[in-house]
């Protein structure tokens, strides 16, 4: 049985830091793409952060660059989200991906972000 599970999230004030994890099990780990997406509130979910496996090309959606750093450790079977310089429109319920193709695609919970003074 795979499971992700997220932590990290939180609320912070903006400009603020967080760093999200997401533990996975029941899968080789090593063998899939991570992604993190996000979803506000009243709008569609969108792709964040993509980290391949080796070697761990990285990629990100426009309005992170610069700002967001996804890695992973394959030792420990975790995915991270470094979140630096944080904004309002960040707030968001931040969901881990496990992706190996359409029968190989696994969700975790989500863990809510909330930037906010």
């Known amino acids: 049985q795979v499971q992700l599970v997220e932590s990290g999230g939180g609320l912070v004030q903006p400009g603020g830091s967080l760093r999200l994890a997401c533990v996975a099990s029941g899968l080789t780990f090593n063998i899939y793409t991570m992604k993190w997406y996000r979803q506000a509130p009243g709008k569609e979910r969108e792709l964040v952060a993509t980290?391949?496996?080796?070697?761990?090309?990285?990629n990100y959606a426009g309005s992170v660059k610069g700002r967001f750093t996804i890695s992973r450790e394959n030792a420990k079977n975790a995915v991270y989200l470094q979140m630096n310089s944080l904004k309002p429109e960040d707030t968001a319920v931040y969901y881990c991906?496990?992706?190996?193709?359409?029968?190989?695609?696994?969700w975790g919970q989500g863990t809510l972000v909330t930037v906010s003074s």
């Open positions: 991906n496990a992706y190996r193709g359409t029968n190989f695609d696994y």
């Open positions: 980290i391949t496996t080796f070697p761990a090309y990285t």
